[in-house]
């Protein structure tokens, strides 16, 4: 079946240092990906998303690339703020009797320190 | 817009009662929505797909008896945890996908965060 795997959290960096939470997938067809983010006490929010190979979504300064060839999907950001402390999702919705269906990633802690 | 309720935020009950949990679309139809617990520290756990009019499609291992969803109109729908026991304490989330969405975005509720004494 569908999976995604995250690097391990958490992760914790200083204000304006470079962040990329790494995600790999691995799934039948051609899954759409997608990143989500938690704040504190809140719902699920979508951060960006990438529907075929070579996407690059892009939200917030946050970016992400399909690779196809490496079935990956990693978050980048050139300089994190305290504001973007949360809880990061890796997500894919797979094809076939999956469509629709989000699988998640373990979720990555990210803090960030003034 | 796309906005995503849950009622209550919190519930802690006695073991061996029944637990409602309602998840509205605020703003727009969903045609489906999901039910997701998460465990501490951990991911979300797909429990069932729901279709306003139909009846829920559960994951491998979700009891349908325990969790029972009634998905009644395109802005609601409800998980009732029947007979809750202390394992059955977690959070529980709810999305929509919006009927107008053309790429299976879906929007979340805030939880509900259900302890069983």
């Known amino acids: 079946g569908d999976s995604v795997t995250q690097m391990e959290g958490p992760v914790t960096l200083s204000e304006e240092a470079f962040l990329t939470i790494n995600c790999t997938y691995t799934a039948t067809g051609y899954p759409s990906l997608f990143w989500y983010v938690q704040y504190p006490g809140e719902g699920l929010q979508l951060l960006l998303k990438?529907?075929?190979?070579?996407d690059k979504g892009s939200n917030k300064g946050f970016e992400a690339t399909y690779r196809k060839e490496t079935t990956s999907f990693h978050l980048e950001k050139g300089s994190v703020q305290v504001s973007d402390s949360a809880v990061y999702f890796c997500?894919?919705?797979?094809?076939?009797?999956?469509?629709?269906?989000?699988?998640f990633g373990q979720g990555t802690i990210l803090t960030v320190h003034p | 817009g796309a906005v995503v309720s849950q009622h209550p935020s919190w519930v802690i009950c006695k073991s061996g009662t029944s637990v409602k949990i309602e998840c509205r679309s605020l703003?727009?139809?969903?045609?489906?929505m999901f039910w997701y617990r998460q465990f501490p520290k951990q991911s979300l756990m797909l429990m069932a797909t729901s279709n306003e009019g139909s009846k829920a499609t559960y994951e491998q291992g979700v009891e349908k008896d325990k969790f029972l969803i009634n998905h009644a109109s395109l802005t609601l729908s409800t998980l009732t945890v029947t007979s809750a026991h202390p394992e059955d304490s977690s959070f529980y989330i709810c999305?929509?996908?919006?009927?107008?969405?053309?790429?299976?975005?879906?929007?979340f509720g805030p939880g509900t965060r259900l302890t069983v004494l």
């Open positions: 999305s929509a996908d919006e009927l107008m969405s053309s790429y299976n975005e879906q929007f």
């Open positions: 703003d727009f139809q969903a045609t489906t």
């Open positions: 990438a529907t075929k190979a070579d």
């Open positions: 997500a894919l919705s797979g094809g076939g009797t999956s469509y629709g269906k989000l699988t």
